[in-house]
């Protein structure tokens, strides 16, 4: 273990060593850190942890730059696949089409089951809403999003 501690202490006096000297003459608490016995461990501590800031900054960036390209590329792919599943065309006069989305809702009968289980679900989650499991703005999104799931359907 004492092996251990001299290499650090040695690593930690080159790592200083390679530090530009003029840093410590527009900064002179560098050199108040290094006379002060444990200065040394406070500054390398400080250096490392700018290190690893440096290395998140130059990684986040990569990252919104490699994530911008494939945003700008990958929606119009993925929205072209989902549209061409979801439309049909029919040929209309001087040679224009006219999409028209399928129909994702079966019979009347489908549709009374959807429903129900819309019915169920709006139940529970008032239930849970009058037990004070959910809080005012929960129940009211959710009852929206239920509400705007059963209004295209026929019952």
Do not use: C
Not at 86 to 110: E, H, M, Q, Y
């Amino acid at each position: 273990m004492n092996d251990f501690l001299k290499t650090i202490e040695i690593l930690i006096d080159q790592l200083i060593l390679h530090l530009p000297s003029e840093w410590f003459v527009e900064a002179p608490f560098l050199a108040i850190l290094l006379s002060n016995p444990n200065g040394r461990y406070i500054l390398t501590g400080i250096l490392v942890v700018t290190g690893f800031i440096v290395l998140w900054v130059i990684i986040l960036s990569v990252q919104v730059l490699s994530g911008n390209r494939l945003a700008r590329d990958k929606p119009t792919v993925l929205q072209n696949a989902d549209e061409q599943s979801n439309l049909t065309a029919s040929a209309g006069p001087d040679g224009f089409k006219f999409f028209k989305r399928k129909s994702t809702f079966g019979s009347v009968a489908d549709n009374e089951v959807v429903l129900r289980e819309i019915e169920k679900e709006m139940l529970l989650v008032r239930k849970q809403y009058v037990a004070g499991h959910i809080l005012q703005d929960v129940y009211v999104a959710e009852t929206r999003r239920l509400y705007n799931i059963a209004k295209p359907l026929k019952p």
